[in-house]
């Protein structure tokens, strides 16, 4: 991605802020707040169907609301003022030869991606109110109903492209991680790759993307199925809002990246806490747990191109002694129950079920049929996508398929630690950093890579830089320099605040 020039910006009232499509932040929350069955929005008040990896406020529980979020001591995430609470279900491995289930561990924790993308001829984006949920994805979804790879944007105006369905669908990534390759694009698989291609392709590890509605009724602060109230435009990131659904609320958008590598060369296979060994039921959760008047007044500021947390001066920056030490208080009925591994089933005991057929898991506003069933693996032939390179976005827009040039932050950095180990690392940067060739003023990482080196994390951040070549003639051509000829940024950090 091609950012324009910031000096512009800065020169807009500030008001205006939605003329930046591309403005936006990342919010890292690199450390869990917890792991178990809780899940407000769908099993209030009870334990939850499947486990969860949970991300920010402190608060969260069987019955969080915004305002229990808010009353949190703390969040996992880094900036204070975000008591948000995010979460999604668990990846787990499950050996062949033994049959039992392990937690794959998490890298770096998860990003919330909160992308400022006004409705057509408007500069507004308007803060989600207080009290504000939804998810998005289906947990019992078990094919893609569509053409893969997905058609040409260009087509997504006519039927049945133009329906929710498509968007909702459309809206799951499944980011194969290879870090001496061009990334992929977001968004471009719809579903979890097998064993066989994740061992032979994704060294790195999986990253998965969400995309959550960001079209609002305006009116209902959360529905029955938690989906109604919000739609998501028509090219999912960005686009038009359908009829119905007029205000524009933050768009937002998951990456958790699993370590699947530390499981290479063992037989099994991957499966999500809800019983889904194909990702077509992966979702994500979502409650507000900002002051709607702070989050309304970082939309209207917080615009800088960098999409750095550290470069809006209205966040209070956490440092990892903080963040990393936020836990939620784990309900007693659920204090002893096992989700981290050695487990002969998944934990609540739900069944894996592949599908192609729809599953009939616990869903907000309709009733669960699967607890106590027996864990049963079934399997499903499941499409071939290969790996294809993404394309650098050349337009001020973040758009799926298109590899996201996030700049780097200088705090987000972590480990994978081998299986079946139960630690999620996560630590703030320690160390100086190493300065970059001074090519230009501001450098556009598109990709991130991890090693371990004995007890010291490196974070490599890849910089695609275009070279000038003149020729003796005096022509000029521009050229791309390849992986060899890219700068590196090395960060290193000491491991600390294993959890």
């Known amino acids: ?52 990896a949970i991300h920010g406020s402190s608060g969260f529980s069987e019955t969080a609301d915004t305002a229990a979020l808010l009353a949190g001591q703390c969040t996992s995430c880094q900036v204070a003022q975000d008591k948000s609470a995010y979460w999604t279900p668990a990846l787990y491995f499950q050996n062949t030869a033994t049959g039992k289930f392990s937690l794959v561990n998490q890298v770096g924790g998860m990003l919330a991606y909160y992308l ?36 040409p944007k260009s087509n997504w105006n006519v039927a049945p492209y133009n329906t929710q369905s498509f968007l909702r669908q459309a809206a799951l990534g499944f980011n194969c991680l290879d870090y001496s390759k061009t990334p992929e694009g977001s968004l471009y698989r719809h579903y979890l790759p097998d064993k066989s291609y994740l061992d032979a392709n994704c060294k790195d590890g999986i990253r998965f993307e969400l995309m959550f509605p960001s079209c609002w009724n305006g009116k209902d602060k959360t529905s029955k199925d938690r989906k109604s109230h919000v739609a998501f435009p028509s090219q999912v990131m960005t686009g038009d809002c359908p009829d119905g659904f007029p205000v524009r609320l933050p768009s937002l958008f998951y990456e958790i990246i699993w370590d699947t590598a530390a499981f290479a060369g063992t037989a099994g296979q991957f499966v999500l806490a809800n019983g889904d060994p194909t990702g077509y039921g992966f979702h994500g959760d979502f409650i507000t747990g900002w002051s709607e008047a702070f989050l309304q007044k970082a939309a209207n500021q917080c615009t800088n191109l960098s999409g750095k947390i550290e470069d809006c001066s209205l966040f209070t920056i956490q440092d990892s002694a903080t963040y990393s030490n936020c836990n939620i208080s784990t309900p007693s009925v659920l204090a002893k129950e096992n989700v981290v591994g050695g487990m002969t089933s998944l934990p609540g005991n739900v069944p894996i079920v592949a599908g192609p057929g729809y ?13 106590g069933a027996t864990s049963a693996a079934t399997s499903q032939a499941m499409p071939t996508l290969s790996y294809s390179a993404g394309t650098s976005a050349s337009s001020a827009q973040y758009v799926p398929g298109a590899i996201f040039a996030a700049k780097s932050d200088g ?7 081998a299986a079946p ?8 940067a320690a160390a ?68």
């Not at 289906?138 to 893609?144: G, L």
């Not at 705090?411 to 630690?417: I, R």
């Open 432 to 499: 100086a950093v190493t300065s970059a060739p001074s090519l230009s003023d501001a450098k556009s990482f598109y990709s991130t890579q991890y090693a371990t080196e004995g007890n010291t994390v490196k974070e490599v951040l890849w910089v695609e830089e275009l070279v000038t070549v003149t020729q003796q003639e005096t022509s000029t051509v521009t050229v791309t320099a390849d992986a060899n000829q890219r700068k590196r940024h090395i960060h290193q950090h000491r491991r600390r605040g294993l959890r």
């Open 1 to 52: 991605m091609r950012f324009t020039d910031s000096v512009a910006l800065r020169a807009l009232p500030v008001i205006t802020f939605g003329l930046t499509v591309d403005a936006f932040w990342r919010m890292p929350c690199l450390a869990r707040s917890g792991l178990a069955r809780i899940d407000p929005l769908v099993s209030y008040g009870s334990v939850a169907e499947h486990a969860h």
């Open 359 to 371: 599953a009939s898991g616990a869903a907000a506003g309709g009733p669960s049929t699967n607890l």
């Open 421 to 428: 180990s139960t630690t999620l690392v996560s630590m703030a």
């Open 411 to 417: 705090t987000f950095s972590s480990t994978p630690v």
């Open 116 to 151: 400022l993308y006004p409705n057509s001829g408007s500069q507004n984006v308007t803060a989600f109110p207080e009290g504000f949920s939804m998810i998005s994805g289906d947990t019992n979804q078990r094919n893609f109903s569509y053409p893969v790879p997905d058609i």
